[in-house]
Each structure stands twice: as C-alpha cells, then as structure tokens.
C-alpha cells in the first residue's frame, strides 16, 4: 500500500500493529515512529550547515533514506533482506531521489564506510551495531532503542547484559531508560577516543531516541566518562540520591525513612539535551510534516527541561503523602517561590525537574 509521509509517497508493506522497521521479520513499516522521524528531518535541517552524508542503516521500507534524500542529503542505506533493498531504491526511484541501497551487513558497511550522520533505528537493542556505528559517524550519532523493558529494569538480566549497567525499575522508568542508553553509548565511544554529547534525548510511544555530536579526541572522550555515576533510590519515600563516579559507593538504606536502597549504574548523570540545539531542531521541523505541531511541542518542552538526572512525578509524591494534588502550574509556582529550580518534562502530564530533594519539595509545597 503506498502512504503519505512528509509531502513523499511511500510504498509500504500492509503492517501490522506495533511492528518496527528493521524488525528482521520481514520488512514492516511503523506509522507510530512518524513522530521519531519527522525530528529527525528537523534534525538533519538544523545540521545542514556542517553535514552532507547521511546513513540509514537499517533501512527496511526506505522511509528514513527517502525522507533525508528529500532534505538535501547524500543518502546511503542498508538491509540484509534482499526484499527491503529493492523496496527501499523503488521508493527513492519513484519519488524522484537519489541515493545508494545496499544489500549488505550494516555493521560491515559501517566499518568500511564514513557518513557525517548515522542513524541506528533496529529492532530491539542498538548495542550490537554501536561500535561499528562510531567508527562511521563523523559528526552525528542518531539512535533508537525499542527495548524499552531490559532498558528501565523492568527485564533485569537483559539489560544488564545488554547494556552493561545496573538498570532499575523505578517510577522515573523512562528516564532511567534513556540514561542507560546513554551511558552505553557513552562508553562505547570512548573506547575508540571519541567524545559522544547528547544533544536531543526524548522518549516517546514505548522508544528512546537520542541525537549525539562526536568528536575526536581522548581527552574529550575522558571527560564525557567523567559524567557517568551511580545513583540510589528508596522506592518507600522515593529519595534518591545521585553521584558523578566509576566506582558505586551505594547507600544501604534511605537516610530519611530507614527502606533499604536500590542502586543504578553507571547511567549517564549529564544534560540529555542542548537547548540551543533543540530550539533549532524545533524550527527546522517542516510546516508539511504530519506530526510538526505535536514534535514542535515535545521540543519545546524538552529544551525547557531542567539538567537534573531523574524527574519527579507529582501525583505519586501527593499519593505518598496523602494529601490531594494541586495544578502543576500552581505546584511548580511553589516549588519556584521557595527558591527552587524546577520545570516541567516531556515524560508526562505531571511529571517534573527540580533541583530539591523529596523533603526539600514537600517543605515547599504542604
């Protein structure tokens, strides 16, 4: 069946709910991920000024491949299905693009071929592609992980072997999903003396996306390690505590109400996002995507969000305290009156950053 996505026909496969691009079977197409990759677009806008080759690595359908052909990229791809390649030129074909399909590994291609932006977009984990996707990015990193689950903590063992960290299920699940990701990534990159800064991170429809600017360097690439750390968390009183170091010095049990502790790590503790960068992403988005009021959104609130490495959320803080909830505009107000940082996050209607600790927040707002 053909679709309409960005102003370009695109033919597509019928698919079934949920499926992914890349999900090795057969090739599916996801109208959810049309939000994932209309940033992208704005992304790939933002950076036009220092990017010319662009790397969909997994292309399935050739949705990403034709889209950022349509951006003004050089555009190579890659499938190992011989069915998805010749999907992926027909649509580049019929829409009057050009650009290079290949019927090939995208971890070899990866390591034989440089792009100035690569984009990782399998099913399930982005771990086994990593390495070879750092050796290719010049300039930009772009990653999706579907896996959420093993990434959050709510699968253990997966994601410890995965991802080589301490994942816990907490209930800031999403961002403990992305900053394990980031962490890997992270690591990832330093082995081969490469600097990974995450420039936009947002977690959307059950994935994690996230955009890193490389650069060479140890010394860089030491400093980014510098903001990987541990972080403790009381699911009773929902305390947390967070440190910048590789070597965990967990606390056993909560300081304020005595539960033992659970311990995550390492997880990247620095900024997910540059809100310079965002803001730019945010104008890039062009006015004919389908979801540019919705991204436009989701951007704003992400460049807003404040630094901080987990995020509150304020209905289960007034639960724990059984008291009601007021507004958040009024919530935050107070936060803000008592001398705290504190903004809203794209993770939820009533979720937020602040700069104060659980007691800290309470004092401020009961």
């Not at 889209?67 to 555009?75: K, N």
């Not at 996306?209 to 009183?237: I, M, V």
């Not at 996002?273 to 890039?284: L, T």
Request: negative net charge; proline residues 5%.
């Amino acid at each position: 069946m053909q679709v309409e996505e960005g102003g370009l026909s695109i033919e597509v496969p019928e698919t079934r709910h949920g499926a992914s691009e890349g999900s090795g079977e057969g090739v599916f197409y996801n109208p959810v991920q049309e939000l994932n990759r209309d940033i992208t677009v704005g992304v790939l806008r933002a950076v036009d000024d220092e990017c010319d080759t662009y790397l969909d690595a997994m292309t399935a359908s050739g949705v990403r491949a034709v889209r950022a052909a349509d951006a003004g990229y050089d555009v190579a791809a890659c499938d190992v299905d011989p069915d998805a390649v010749d999907l992926a030129r027909r649509n580049l074909e019929s829409n009057g693009l050009d650009g290079e399909v290949h019927h090939r590994d995208a971890s070899a291609h990866m390591h034989e071929h440089g792009h100035d932006v690569v984009d990782l977009d399998p099913f399930g984990t982005p771990v086994p592609y990593v390495d070879a996707a750092v050796r290719s990015a010049g300039r930009y990193l772009c990653v999706t992980a579907t896996d959420t689950a093993p990434l959050c903590g709510a699968h253990f063992e997966s994601g410890v072997r995965h991802y080589g960290a301490v994942p816990r299920n907490t209930e800031f699940h999403a961002e403990m999903g992305l900053r394990v990701l980031l962490s890997a990534l992270v690591r990832a990159a330093a082995r081969y003396d490469v600097a990974a800064r995450p420039v936009l991170s947002h977690v959307s429809s059950h994935y994690v996306r996230t955009y890193l600017r490389l650069e060479s360097g140890a010394r860089a690439a030491d400093g980014q390690l510098d903001r990987l750390g541990y972080l403790d968390h009381c699911q009773r009183c929902l305390w947390r505590r967070h440190e910048a170091t590789l070597i965990a010095d967990p606390v056993e049990e909560c300081p304020h109400c005595g539960q033992s502790t659970w311990t995550a790590g390492p997880i990247w503790l620095g900024p997910a996002h540059d809100a310079a960068f965002v803001e730019r992403v945010r104008e890039a988005v062009p006015d004919g995507a389908g979801t540019a009021a919705e991204s436009r959104d989701l951007l704003s609130t992400v460049a807003a969000e404040l630094d901080e490495p987990t995020h509150y959320d304020q209905h289960r803080l007034y639960k724990r305290w059984g008291e009601p909830s007021p507004a958040m505009a009024e919530f935050l107000d107070a936060l803000r009156a008592a001398g705290h940082d504190a903004s809203r996050t794209h993770y939820g209607g009533t979720t937020f950053k602040t700069d104060a600790g659980v007691a800290a927040i309470r004092d401020a707002v009961l």
